[in-house]
């Protein structure tokens, strides 16, 4: 009988350290969220700044206790921005059982991982990939973004073109990528829309070369007034100095992808004069301002392009899942959509398709080195 207490108590005590044991360990279990995009090469510029700001909203969330009482961990994955390594980033943070994802940054790097997010029914939440693609298909019910889409983009553009600078005659040209091709595909429709006005040249170049120079002499040699680019940076700032350096005057507009302060640096004085359209400007919103700050303080420097999207996105996902109480797929979306959020963007909440509702585009003029927001 003594052995069968004995038998017991042990017995007892071993159950009770297990169930402690499975307990201890879902108490510390992190909520991961993941971070994909291009943090190296060209493109760097875009994705950095959206790691930086999932950073600060993240140790500021873990500073008062975390979220269901759990603190937030970080999942970094470069990708480049190639739709490529952006399949097998998303298969990596999938495997990582991230709960969410912040990113990825580029339209075509997008595109190539949702469909593996899908299968494994995590959200995403891009701070910057606009092909309306990505939400118009509804081919992926777990993508949401904190920035317009193309359509919206490529229509401002295209009225700031033709009934404010009073333009007739383009050239549309565009780097044959998702994104890139995706707004030039709708400036091109909107500009033959309007009445009396005509694309005169309609044509893809090659991402990454070393020579625009033939392109250069097609938009010489086509009469047209101005020229709108479907693109990122580094090829915008290698066709408008090569334009200049030929003596070319034909006026630059861009998109969101060309809005970014390395376009400056790398194409110098002849950056001057160049268009882009852009997130609306947010600045003076109380949480940019503290947002932009906590960026100054712990990195030295100014925040760079999507930042504040990036910021905005990172509390949009970390609020739903506080609302939901879980971050149970279905959940979270329903919180999504169902929430209002306060960020740096203002107060937003996401459209059955995805579609952030509260923000908007500007647009800009490189002046004195610097982008201007144009009222």
């Not at 889409?149 to 229509?155: E, F, I, M, R, T």
């Not at 790398?266 to 700050?293: C, F, H, K, M, W």
């Not at 506080?322 to 203002?346: C, F, H, I, M, W």
């Amino acid at each position: 009988m003594k052995n069968y207490f004995f038998f017991r108590s042990v017995f007892g005590v071993a159950l009770f350290l297990f169930f402690f044991s499975i307990l201890s360990a879902n108490a510390a279990e992190t909520i991961k969220i993941g971070v994909p995009g291009a943090h190296t090469g060209d493109l760097a510029s875009y994705g950095l700044p959206t790691v930086k700001a999932a950073q600060l909203v993240v140790k500021d969330v873990n500073a008062k206790g975390g979220i269901l009482g759990r603190k937030v961990e970080l999942i970094i994955e470069d990708e480049a921005c190639k739709p490529e390594l952006a399949s097998n980033a998303a298969t990596k943070l999938v495997s990582g059982k991230v709960d969410a994802v912040i990113g990825h940054i580029c339209s075509g790097a997008t595109k190539a991982a949702l469909r593996t997010y899908k299968d494994a029914k995590i959200i995403v939440i891009s701070p910057s990939a606009t092909s309306p693609e990505l939400t118009l298909s509804g081919q992926y019910p777990n993508f949401f973004r904190t920035i317009g889409s193309d359509a919206v983009q490529a229509k401002l553009v295209s009225d700031f073109a033709v009934k404010t600078l009073k333009f007739t005659k383009f050239a549309v040209i565009h780097d044959k990528g998702d994104y890139g091709k995706g707004f030039a595909e709708y400036a091109k429709k909107y500009i033959e829309e309007c009445k009396n006005t005509h694309v005169a040249l309609f044509e893809g170049i090659t991402a990454g070369a070393v020579d625009y120079s033939a392109i250069v002499q097609k938009i010489k040699h086509s009469g047209a007034e101005a020229v709108i680019y479907g693109g990122y940076h580094p090829e915008a700032a290698s066709v408008v100095q090569q334009m200049r350096k030929k003596g070319m005057k034909t006026l630059f507009i861009s998109d969101d992808g060309v809005k970014d302060n390395t376009f400056i640096k790398v194409a110098g004085q002849y950056a001057e004069g160049v268009y882009a359209s852009g997130p609306r400007d947010t600045t003076n919103n109380p949480l940019a301002i503290a947002a932009i700050d906590a960026h100054r303080k712990a990195y030295g420097t100014e925040p760079g392009a999507f930042y504040l999207n990036a910021y905005s996105a990172t509390i949009a996902i970390l609020n739903a899942i506080s609302k939901a109480k879980s971050t149970q797929y279905e959940a979270v979306a329903k919180a999504l959509r169902g929430n209002k959020v306060d960020t740096p963007l203002g107060k937003i909440s996401f459209d059955k398709k995805g579609d952030a509702l509260g923000v908007g585009f500007s647009m800009y003029l490189v002046k004195n080195g610097a982008y201007v927001e144009l009222k």
